[in-house]
């Protein structure tokens, strides 16, 4: 696995992000989501990440990605691949913070939308596309844009 593409040289740095991206609340239990709900409109992405991540949903998480998406990290690395961000997320939420943020709402261009969350400290920035069955998931995640 090339440099930067392994999950653990990321998630020191997506953990990082995450201390700024949470609440003072305790952390949630893993719930079982069979039935995930899908991402309808591109805002549905940010509030179902929000809560399968305070659930401890690794899967439902890596859910909310296309097969090839790529999440980048504030060290400046990134992972790609639904498997390498499942890995990378499987670490981050061992022992989560609490996630908290206001989704904003999505800037459209035709089936590309541009999302974000606003949390204490920054905000998140990814880009969502439309899927041939009109659900959204994130193709691009940086989940840590400060000013």
Known sequence: MAPGNRP??????VRDAARNYVSDDGGGEV???DDRECAAEPEDLGRLFLERANARDVDGVAALYEPDAVLAS??????????AIRRLYEALLADPPQFAG??????RC???AL?????RGGATAEI????????????????????
Do not use: C, I, K, Y
């Open 115 to 119: 999302t974000s969350t606003r949390f």
């Open 102 to 107: 206001e989704v904003r709402p999505a800037v």
């Open 8 to 13: 653990s040289d990321s998630v020191s740095a």
């Open 128 to 147: 969502a596309r439309r899927q041939s069955d009109g659900t959204w998931l994130w193709v691009a995640d940086q989940p840590n844009v400060t000013a």
């Open 74 to 83: 504030t060290a400046g690395d990134h992972v790609t691949g639904g498997e």
């Open 110 to 112: 035709g089936d590309l």
């Open 31 to 33: 719930t079982d989501f």
